[in-house]
């Protein structure tokens, strides 16, 4: 059983950065990791999954360019760095685990077993 526990989001301004991270209670270095959001009135939407061991990263075309997704296994523990961050953004964001497929990834939410509770990210324009 793994637990996730994602960190605080916060309030930016547009054009801002920030950091995400996602600790989990167990290892998690034969999992792959991804990030979800969910914006009000919208669907769940995949940003951004990277294998188990970090060889491999995929991305939406939405953010593509903007995040990076990173881990350190070490410490259990997944990142998902944004910046050039707009109002589009504005969204609950997830994080999710699953077991890994080796380097193949999945945007799929199906896929992921363990999710964590997810954390407020505001955009303020």
């Known amino acids: 059983q793994v637990q996730l526990v994602e960190s605080r989001g916060g309030l930016v301004q547009a054009g801002g950065s920030l950091r995400l991270s996602c600790a989990a209670s167990?290892?998690?270095?034969?999992?792959?990791v991804a990030w979800f959001r969910q914006a009000p009135g919208k669907e769940r939407e995949f940003v951004a999954a990277i294998s188990y061991n970090g060889g491999s990263t995929m991305y939406a075309d939405s953010v593509k360019g903007r995040f990076t997704i990173s881990r350190d296994n070490a410490k259990s523990t997944v990142y998902l760095q944004m910046s050039s961050l707009s109002a589009e953004d504005t969204a609950v964001y997830s994080c999710?685990?699953?077991?890994?497929?080796?380097?193949?990834?999945?945007?799929?939410?199906?896929?992921?077993?363990?999710w964590g509770q997810g954390t407020q990210v505001t955009v303020s324009s």
């Open positions: 167990g290892d998690i270095s034969k999992h792959e």
């Open positions: 999710a685990a699953g077991f890994s497929l080796g380097q193949v990834l999945t945007s799929a939410a199906a896929e992921y077993l363990y």
